[in-house]
């Protein structure tokens, strides 16, 4: 089924990344080669994966950026929440 998805949408090459701070991912970027072989153009997203303020920068030019993410709860497509571990005695 991936491979039948993969040729519908001409994509022919392609890998993601994440970007951390320490062992928190922050943002993903997906980059993938689209179109024939001899003319495949490069594509890239991003998604969120934490709350802070995301800021791409390509040749100096910003390309993507969120505002920080304040206030979520469960109804929202990104929840972060805390928890408190009662201290061992």
């Known amino acids: 089924m991936l491979a039948r998805r993969l040729a519908v949408l001409a994509c022919w090459c ?3 990344v994440a970007f951390a701070y320490s062992t928190n991912p922050e943002l993903l970027a997906v980059i993938e080669a689209r179109g024939a072989a001899t003319s495949a153009e490069w594509q890239i997203g991003f998604a969120r994966c934490g709350t802070a303020e995301p800021h791409v920068l ?4 910003e390309i993507f950026t969120l505002p920080y993410a304040k206030a979520t709860g469960p109804e929202d497509a990104y929840w972060n ?3 408190a571990f009662n201290k061992a005695e």
């Not at 390509?58 to 030019?61: A, E, R, V």
């Open 14 to 16: 392609g890998l993601s």
């Open 81 to 83: 929440f805390s928890y």
């Open 58 to 61: 390509l040749k100096d030019k």
